[in-house]
Nanobody, 115 residues
């Protein structure tokens, strides 16, 4: 069974930085495409960033240039470095992967950006 566990959320001031991490188990991590999604309060969940197994990355246009996704295949972790955080980045952030045609999600970590 695939397990994803996020960490690193918290309260940060406008313009500050946070680094989220997701620890994965139960899969061939180096072969998995890993994603970050977020669910802002009162809004729909949205895709934030992806890092594919070959290292290619994709970003939500609103975070491009501020967020950086990376992975460590030796530790089975994926990170999301978030800089210049804005109040609209406030959300619960989820780690996600689709493995063997099944979606797996972590429980999420809350990021709150104060204005």
């Amino acid at each position: 069974q695939v397990h994803l566990v996020e960490s690193g959320g918290g309260l940060v001031q406008f313009g500050g930085s946070l680094r989220l991490s997701c620890a994965a188990s139960g899969l061939r991590f180096s072969l998995a495409h890993m994603n970050w999604y977020r669910h802002p309060p009162g809004k729909q969940r949205e895709f934030v960033a992806q890092i594919r197994s070959d290292g290619e990355t994709n970003y939500l246009w609103r975070v491009k240039g501020r967020f950086t996704i990376s992975r460590d295949n030796t530790r089975n972790t994926v990170q999301l470095q978030m800089n210049n955080l804005q109040p609209e980045d406030t959300a619960t952030y989820y780690c996600h992967t689709n493995w063997m045609d099944e979606d797996f999600w972590g429980l999420g970590t809350l990021v709150t950006v104060s204005s």
